[in-house]
């Protein structure tokens, strides 16, 4: 059985930075594209972050700020926030894909993601 578990969640301030870590189980890890997505209070869930291979994707607002990375040693995948922002408040999910072929558009795609974690809050006040 696949579990995703996000941590590293919380409250701060803006200009603040967090880590969120993904520990994966039950599936064969480096097979697998890994993304972020989150969801804001009263919006529909979107593309965060994803990385797959070497290769990895940002949505554009947050390009510059929002670095993803992957141990494979340690089954888990990161994004490291910096200079947050209030509008970077949401639930943040992150997701698994078996697709590696897929194009950079399947890639920001929800549907494409197989697994999800429960989600980790991230609160930034202004």
């Known amino acids: 059985q696949v579990h995703l578990v996000e941590s590293g969640g919380g409250l701060v301030q803006a200009g603040g930075s967090l880590r969120l870590s993904c520990a994966a189980s039950?599936?064969?890890?480096?097979?697998?594209?890994m993304g972020w997505f989150r969801q804001g209070p009263g919006k529909e869930r979107e593309f965060v972050a994803a990385?797959?291979?070497?290769?990895?994707y940002y949505t554009d607002s947050v390009k510059g700020r929002f670095t993803i990375s992957r141990d494979n040693a340690k089954n888990t995948v990161y994004l490291q926030m910096n200079s947050l922002k209030p509008e970077d408040t949401a639930v943040y999910y992150c997701?698994?894909?078996?697709?590696?072929?897929?194009?950079?558009?399947?890639?920001?795609?929800?549907?494409?993601?197989?697994?999800w974690g429960q989600g980790a809050q991230v609160t930034v006040s202004s």
């Open positions: 997701a698994a894909d078996s697709e590696v072929l897929g194009t950079s558009a399947q890639k920001r795609d929800s549907r494409m993601y197989e697994y």
């Open positions: 039950g599936l064969t890890f480096r097979w697998y594209n």
């Open positions: 990385i797959s291979g070497d290769n990895t």
